[in-house]
């Protein structure tokens, strides 16, 4: 089968490829990517001299781009990863959401459906449970919750699901949908809470809480997800979405405390120093408090179960970003430098009434 993956540079779309192509030699794998600054390709260094496995560089913002891509592949498959992903950056500029994300998902529908026999292929999108707005202390997200978009990074992701949806009720096409809680693990890019965490202790810098830090979040290794994407796709059904989330609720003071205890433990430092880099920031605007995930119906339809606790994966990732110096440096650029001053230069500490 040929099988057009976007976004296959960034941190879930990667693991994705290293998980799948070695394994699936029966399969062709074409990754199409911009190569934002999310993007490495050094995290695919392990697929790009397979046979099964090919590259190209596009931007699904583009109309011409992706007509062409599509009417020169063919593809049987098509798993949409590519986004602009991270909340904090589509708070500061909001257009670049809307051409990745909604124009991006939609310029891919449209040339999915023009292809010969388009309603034989099938078209998986690759979502967030943020669409599902923010919870209470109590309850979980199900794939019947209202959306609710509270950022322009899931407001966009909002839209594109709507355009998925619609376009296989108009048009007759095959789809299926994710919505995915937080997910860690190897070669995310160091803007996100864990791997930023991680790299700054490396280096005792200051850790950047927001707000209180009461925030929750539930969280699940990559490769779980990637495996319940590969779930959906050969158990699933058309038309149908399915939540993913790992049952693992954190506080974001306690995700952070236990990446000190974690790195103090790999690196042979006691804890308090590294709890010590802990300090609290103005919050992030809109920030949703609580997302919590019902993941029984991926996990009854498709018999997926996360493989990983967050104690595992944790360390895994933590050996990770320290076995991988070249990898980190490569995507510490002057842009990553620019963000970084961008986001965390004017917060200063909490206001008295978020801390
Ligand atoms: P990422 O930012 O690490 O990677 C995104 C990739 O998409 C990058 O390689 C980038 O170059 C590419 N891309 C962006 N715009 C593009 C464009 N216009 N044309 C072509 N390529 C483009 O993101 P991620 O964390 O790997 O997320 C992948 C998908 O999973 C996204 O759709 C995201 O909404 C969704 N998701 C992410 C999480 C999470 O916790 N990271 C959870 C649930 C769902
Ligand atoms: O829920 C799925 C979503 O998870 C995905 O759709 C997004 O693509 C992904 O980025 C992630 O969004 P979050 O906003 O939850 O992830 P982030 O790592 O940015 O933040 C996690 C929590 O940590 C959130 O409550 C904000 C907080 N945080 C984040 C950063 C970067 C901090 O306290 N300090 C920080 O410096």
Known sequence: MKILITGGAGFIGSNFLNRFVPRH???????????????????????????????????????????????????????????????????????????????????LLEAFRQLPDAGARLFHHVSTDEVYGSLGPEGFFTETTPYDPSSPYSASKAASDHFVRAFARTYGLRVRLTNCSNNYGPRQFPEKLIPLMILNLVERKPLPIYGQGLNVRDWLYVDDHSDAIWAVIHEGRDGETYNVGGNTERTNVAVVETLCRVVAAETGVEPDELLGLMHYVKDRPGHDLRYAIDASKLCDACGWQPAETFESGIHKTVRWYLDNDAWVQAVRSGEYRGWIEHNYGGRGAAAKDDA
């Open 25 to 107: 030699p029966e399969h062709v794998f074409l990754n199409v990517d911009c190569l934002s600054y999310a993007a490495n390709l050094k995290s695919l260094e392990a697929v790009s001299g397979l046979s099964n496995y090919r590259f190209v560089r596009a931007d699904i913002a583009d109309q011409g781009q992706v007509e062409t891509l599509f009417r020169e592949h063919e593809p049987e498959l098509v798993i949409h990863f590519a986004a602009e992903s991270h909340v904090d950056r589509s708070i500061a500029g909001p257009r670049a959401f809307v051409m990745a994300n909604v124009v991006g998902t939609f310029n």
